[in-house]
């Protein structure tokens, strides 16, 4: 298992394959999962800009990141 795989970070672009398990998250368990790491609540984010600034820049870190696992996958598939 990859590091990436570890974190339960996936590409939802890929087909499932059947070595390894899935790893694909809707975009509301994405952000559950940012603001359980953060500690904010979703009233932090709405009301405080320093929150929202915050979760926004993890969510943007975990978009960069998928991102950047498709297309190692897709290097790795050729």
């Known amino acids: 298992m990859s590091a990436i795989e570890s974190l339960g970070l996936g590409s939802p672009e890929n087909p499932v394959r059947a070595d390894r398990p899935s790893a694909m998250f809707s975009e509301a368990q994405v952000v559950a999962r ?15 800009p320093i929150a929202r600034n ?4 993890y969510y943007g870190l975990h978009r960069c990141v998928e991102k950047r696992c498709a ?3 897709e290097l790795s598939a050729r």
């Open 54 to 57: 915050t979760v926004r820049g």
């Open 71 to 73: 297309e190692l996958d």
């Open 34 to 48: 940012i603001l359980r790491f953060t500690g904010y609540t979703i009233d932090d984010v709405i009301n405080d």
